[in-house]
């Protein structure tokens, strides 16, 4: 069965209206939620009467409400306990998006006597073993980590599950863990249990997903079937084209005018994320940065502390991309552009949530111009944006010597150009991002070179690929998965640059002592607006 819905992200329907228990309803108003939206206003009431779903709603619907409210209903009515083990397992693709689960059961279960806990990994493998044999009645976890501990945990409980709720399904799939996700639907228990789907898109994979997954009379909601466009009324949305060489200066222009605004800015690869955090905080504009090179306690600290904070600019890679629920979010930046309109779809999917608004800025060089075609046929609608010549920082010499004069900044300056260089080679849309239409001066200057380094470059995966959307690869070096690391292909020869100088002056260079003229950074006063 199919059930469709254009209505808006928000629905004139109350949590009152459901048959909730008094606990959950009195956590949902104290948590603020009185209006469902319209995924959870399709979805829940199903669910609490015990039918398996698959849902689809674009991203920051409310999915996770959506499938949280009846899951705990379902622990509460049977009234589960911890010696019953785990009644409830949710499946998600990244640590991130499992730890934002978990705060929000934790919040909704206050009331509840049932227990809630979450495994991934990088996190202490014995403590989540010895909570999981006390009983966590509902589980939270990645995929990886839950079959390590389905495989291998004694005193793991799992006999007893009545649900399985696998969300961001589509993006679990293409990080790599089909494998995972088919073996943890072999091993859990089938009888009586209810499955619930949630996905932002539907392909055949998620399809073949649902198949051995859900039982017979599933009743597919997607309520966004008829939306006319794939993103949110409330989301101001442009693009910029800008040469090679500029890009630096024009993010820079742009985090200065913006400095008490809230941003993200998407780039493709871990090592340009930390070369650009490091960048920026060297020169006194602060941001916070996020990637899968990063040790779990160092992420989850950095997730946090941009959660928390009012204002601030956070660099990530893709692995902030997807189900995060980050509040009053002003700019989504995309630096560096997806090739695949989905992944646009799901960056900017992270401002103008729940009904606010929002604005995002795509970077295009005048080679990527065809990717807008791919982003009209996914229904994304872009004006552009212009910003005057002498409205731009040239700070070009200034970041020039800046390098010149400090070997670490240097050595993460060349680690992030070769990064950026491999994730571009490895787009699957070679029409559009072709590695050979990349002036390779330019583009060194825009991290800081005077002359680039010479970076070997292997023939990627994709090669001769020319549709967004090929079959992706946990290995993929522009992808982010739970366990994410940088492709290993090419190195960066020697080239010229500063020495290395000996341990004190080191432990100063690194502090950002070292004499550079920083000022020139500080004194940049931006003015003039983004024109249409």
């Known amino acids: 069965m199919m059930i469709s819905s254009s209505s808006s992200c928000t629905s004139a329907s109350a949590f009152s209206s459901l048959d909730l228990s008094e606990r959950t309803a009195n956590a949902l108003a104290t948590m603020g939620y009185t209006k469902m939206t319209a995924v959870q206003e399709k979805t829940i009431p199903l669910l609490l009467a015990g039918k398996d779903v698959m849902g689809a709603a674009r991203t920051g619907s409310g999915k996770t409400l959506a499938f949280l409210v009846p899951a705990i209903e379902l622990l509460h009515r049977l009234k589960f306990k911890p010696r019953n083990g785990t009644g409830v397992v949710i499946l998600t693709p990244t640590r991130e998006l499992a730890l934002q689960i978990f705060g929000v059961a934790k919040e909704l279960m206050a009331n509840h006597t049932q227990t809630v806990g979450i495994v991934m990994g990088g996190a202490n493998r014995r403590a989540e073993a010895e909570r999981l044999a006390k009983g966590v009645n509902l589980l939270v976890a990645v995929p990886g980590r839950l079959l390590d501990h389905l495989q291998n945990t004694k005193g793991f409980v ?29 091993i859990l228990p089938s009888e009586n249990r209810q499955t619930m789907l949630f996905s932002a898109t539907q392909t055949t994979k ?33 693009y910029i084209v800008c040469p090679s060489e500029q890009r630096f200066l024009l993010l820079f222009t742009f985090l200065k005018r913006h400095a008490k605004k809230k941003i993200i800015v998407f780039f493709s690869s871990c090592n340009s994320v930390k070369y650009h955090a490091e960048l920026l905080n060297y020169i006194d504009v602060p941001v916070l940065d996020l990637h899968g090179k990063q040790k779990q306690q160092k992420r989850t600290n950095t997730f946090f502390e941009f959660i928390n904070a009012d204002s601030g600019i956070l660099l990530s890679t893709n692995v902030a991309a997807r189900g995060l629920d980050i509040p009053h979010v002003d700019w989504i930046v995309q630096y560096d552009p997806p090739d695949d309109p989905r992944d646009y779809i799901h960056r900017v999917g992270r401002t103008a949530r729940a009904g606010k608004a929002g604005q995002s800025l795509l970077f295009l060089l005048e080679s990527e111009l065809g990717f807008l075609r791919y982003l009209q046929e996914a229904k994304v609608p872009l004006n552009e944006y212009s910003v005057a010549s002498h409205r731009v920082s040239q700070v070009q010499t200034q ?19 070769r990064s950026y260089l491999h994730a571009y080679n490895s787009y699957a849309n070679k029409k559009i991002f072709d590695i050979n239409a990349l002036d390779l001066q330019k583009v060194g200057k825009s991290f800081g070179f005077v002359t680039p380094p010479k970076v070997s470059i292997a023939p990627s995966p994709g ?31 020697s080239a010229p640059g500063p020495s290395r100088t000996h341990s004190k002056a080191r432990q100063i260079e690194q502090l950002g002592r070292k004499k550079v003229a920083k000022q020139h950074f500080r004194k940049q006063s931006v003015d003039g607006g983004w024109s249409r």
């Not at 997903?209 to 442009?238: C, F, H, M, N, Y």
């Not at 690929?465 to 992808?479: A, T």
């Open 399 to 417: 970041l020039e010597k800046l390098l010149q004069g400090n070997y670490y900044l240097y050595r993460s300056a060349l680690e992030g150009y």
């Open 206 to 238: 998620t399809q073949d997903l649902a198949r051995i997954s859900l039982r017979p009379g599933t009743i597919s909601v997607d309520v966004d079937k008829e939306a006319v466009a794939s993103t949110v009324a409330t989301l101001s949305q442009g």
């Open 463 to 493: 090669s001769g690929s020319n549709v967004p959307g090929r079959k992706r690869k946990r290995g993929d070096s522009h992808l982010e998965s739970d366990s994410e690391e940088e492709s290993g292909d090419g190195e960066a020869a």
């Open 158 to 186: 799992f006999r007893n599950l009545r649900s399985l709720v696998i969300d961001e399904a589509d993006r679990i799939l293409e990080v790599g863990f089909e494998e995972e996700v088919r073996k943890i639907v072999s």
